[in-house]
């Protein structure tokens, strides 16, 4: 056991294990080295400070405690409150160990790092940033460096590229660890940076007391684009990294997210928060978390669990990791909500339980991997109830899903949408998928800028114990004109929903509910489109012949009967003597919609469309193609010198025979927009 920190600052606020030496380092203001195996004090560094000669050293002849004045950093700083009490700007506040280089680097309450040898017991240079943005400097709050764990292909350390020192005022500062040049300093949050990291030589991980996780680029112009996680209601306190995912804690919330994780509907990426608490049902432990206390308390506890199941432990595939200190954020994920949903609803029940139905609840909590939060209610759900007798003959009969009828909560229509055998659209075949739909007769199509949100939960009969295991995921989801179904696609694997000792399926019946909670409703007034691309669009030909050609009157258009193409009527305009800049000279030729006050303002069609006169002797046809968004205000494209006069009257061209001419016209409607 390493003793305590009896002196100077009270509290310890940064702790490093040195591997190579196997030493540890700890900082409370002051930097102490001790040994690892004995807990013997070995060195003492500090910054000098007037303030240090009313501090009290140990009393061990042996330690070497090193002031060095001659590297003094001379600085007034006023107090910034990381610690219980104010301190000075030369107190030392956070430490990296670089293993590359056997170095710790440690910062300051100025905003310096001060690297020092542990191996010598010696203090080196000195790095000051230049983040004087207010009255006082902002102090270095964490640090971290490239390639602090790669080697060489021979064995030799590799040297960091950069250290990065996050500050308090939220800025970044990255070193060239070479020269100590500033290669770069930017404003990386609105808050005090909590923690660093590095998983490769070009990323660069952030986290915050603004309530965000960033990742930056150092390969582009990243200052001014990174890649912000945003989800937690607190100040993130800090973040581990594995492999390309990240756990962060806030307050009572870790929070589950990955380094490439795409973004959502709204181009924003998301952190998953989910609560953890003490096993206390009567008053549950809201405190803030550690890793310690993750990996400790939820590995005992939760093996305690799994003992009373020995087959648990198996389907889990982990029992090799019961002693390991590594583990998958997938792993990780699971272990947090079996832990959650056991200590809330299975622990005080204990006795009530059976192994099978114990293994059957895991089963739930594994299988599902979207977030849901899983409780035991005696109560039947308050809004509707769909009972499903002779289930298998809905798979027998081809049911791939059964709609419920309309009913009404918080004012408006709704439908319960089942899923026997799995939603096979979202590729799902072993569970059981259903999704609560607001109706289409609700007042959604009357009010196109309206959202509900609504928080809502499944239900699921247990006719053994009659209670219901109902689902949730315990935030509000949005429906509105273009997303009025949410739900759940695996609500329940067949396996567990088909064993009739579960009580979900007994003598073929299963009966679901659903209960829901408008949380909100908001009446956007924005105006808005939606384009509609065709992925298999199809040409249509209309072929128009004109004959008697002279007689035709040269002021006005001639039209073709309209004809149908993508679902809208067309037309072909001819204008014999031309139009505009064709006039007199040349045939103007055009494509128009054939009634456009059938078509709303707001609309566009984009189509690709070839107009031809045809060649009747030697099928050289004269055509013209293009494309163009047409709509109400814009009904027309085509050309005004489609053809000179002089061409088009040559007897041997084709284009004019016996007084008549073949026009054809080639339309392909790719995509419509219209008002939301």
Known sequence: MIQKHNYWVKSVNDFCVLTSLGRVASCDGTVHVWNGQ????????????????????????????DTDEANALHYNSTSIGIFNNAFDGSFYTCMHYSQCIDMLIVGAGNGSLRFIDI???????????????????????????SGSTKLHTEGAN???????????????????????????????????????????DHLLVSSSLDRTLRIWDLRR?????????????????????WGQNVISISRNKIGLSSLTRSADEGGEHQVTPQYLYMADRESRNMSVLSIRFAYGHLFDKFWEWVNLVETLSRSLVMAPLRHSSSLSLKTF???????????????????????????????????????????????????????????????????????????????????????????KTKNVSDSISAYLMMAQQSSLHLHPGLEVHAVFKMFLLDQHKDNYLTVEVGQARRFHK?????????????????????????????????????????????????????????????????????????????ESKP???????????????????????????????????????????????????????QANHYFGKANYWFSASNPVSGWPRFVSLSTFNQPNRGLLVKDSCILEAEVTVHGMADAL
């Not at 139905?357 to 809004?383: C, E, I, K, Y």
Request: glycine letters at 6%; one cysteine or more.
């Open 38 to 65: 004995t807990g013997k004090l070995i060195y003492v560094f500090s910054e000098f400070s007037t303030n240090f000669a009313h501090r009290v050293s140990p009393s061990n002849n042996s330690l070497k405690i």
């Open 119 to 145: 191996n010598h017991g010696q203090k080196l240079h000195l790095w000051r940033s230049k983040c004087n943005e207010s009255s006082f400097p902002s102090l270095v709050s964490s640090i971290c460096s």
């Open 158 to 200: 590799e040297f960091p590229s950069w250290i990065a020192a996050g500050l308090s005022s939220g800025h970044c500062v990255l070193f060239d660890s070479r020269s100590g040049n500033i290669i770069a300093s930017w404003q990386a949050h609105d808050g005090y940076v909590t923690k660093l990291a590095a998983p490769n």
């Open 221 to 241: 112009n990243w200052t001014s684009e990174p890649v912000s996680f945003k989800g937690h209601t607190d100040g993130i306190s800090g973040f581990s990294v």
């Open 333 to 423: 994920s699971l272990l947090l909500r079996l832990y959650t949903f056991l200590s809330q609803h299975l622990v005080e029940k204990e006795k009530e339980y059976t192994p099978a139905s114990f293994l059957a609840m895991a089963d739930l909590v594994l299988r599902n991997q979207d977030g849901m939060l899983m409780s035991v209610s005696d109560a039947p759900p308050t809004h509707y109830i769909v009972k499903l007798e002779s289930f298998s003959l809905l798979t027998k009969n081809n049911i791939e899903k059964y709609i419920s009828s309309d009913f009404e909560a918080g004012g408006y229509k709704w439908k319960l949408i089942i899923y026997p055998n799995g939603n």
């Open 482 to 558: 273009m997303k009025l179904e949410w739900g759940f696609d695996q609500l329940m694997s067949l396996k567990t929903f088909n064993d009739p000792s579960n009580g979900y399926l007994v003598n073929d019946t299963c009966m679901f509910g659903v209960e829901i909670y408008i949380s909100k409703e908001i009446h956007t007034s924005a105006e808005g489109e939606s384009l509609l691309m065709m992925k298999d669009a199809i040409s249509y030909k209309s072929t128009w012949k004109i004959e008697s050609f002279s007689s035709l009157n040269v002021y006005n258009s001639e």
């Open 563 to 617: 004809f149908n193409a993508g679902e809208k009527k067309w037309k072909i305009q001819l204008y014999p003597k031309g139009k505009g800049s064709g006039t007199g000279t040349h045939i103007s030729l055009y494509l128009a919609l054939a009634d456009p006050t059938t078509i709303s303002p707001a609309s566009q069609i984009y189509v690709e469309f070839t107009l031809r006169i045809l060649d009747q002797i």
